[in-house]
Nanobody
Framework: QVRLVESGGGLVQPGGSLRLSCAAS????????IGWFRQAPGKEREGVSS????????YYADSVKGRFTISRDNAKNTVYLQMNSLKAEDTAVYYC??????????????????WGQGTQVTVSS
């Protein structure tokens, strides 16, 4: 059974950092493209970053470029999202999602097959 579990969210002050984890089970992560998405109250779910399968690329939304870093540890079947210099506008529920094969560009929700339950990130003083 395919399962994705996010962790690492929480409350952080502006300028702070968090590292989100997306632990996968039931499938081999290396064959899948993993995307991170976020959804703030009253807004649509938006793509934040993705890391493609195999030697595929890494992509970031302009709003997080230079502050967020996505990485994967295939041995642990886990993808990470390191978030630095956090801003109030980064506040949202963050989701990871998976799709088989290579996907390029900023992730869009309809492309992805499997979703985690989400983790809340709140940036506030």
């Amino acid at each position: 059974q395919v399962r994705l579990v996010e962790s690492g969210g929480g409350l952080v002050q502006p300028g702070g950092s968090l590292r989100l984890s997306c632990a996968a089970s039931g499938f081999t992560l290396d064959y899948y493209t993993i995307g991170w998405f976020r959804q703030a109250p009253g807004k649509e779910r938006e793509g934040v970053s993705s890391i493609s399968s195999g030697l595929g690329g890494i992509y970031y939304a302009d709003s997080v470029k230079g502050r967020f870093t996505i990485s994967r540890d295939n041995a642990k079947n886990t993808v990470y999202l390191q978030m630095n210099s956090l801003k109030a506008e980064d506040t949202a529920v963050y989701y990871c999602a998976a799709v088989f094969g290579v996907r390029r560009g900023i992730p869009t929700p309809f492309q992805y097959e499997y979703w985690g339950q989400g983790t809340q990130v709140t940036v506030s003083s």
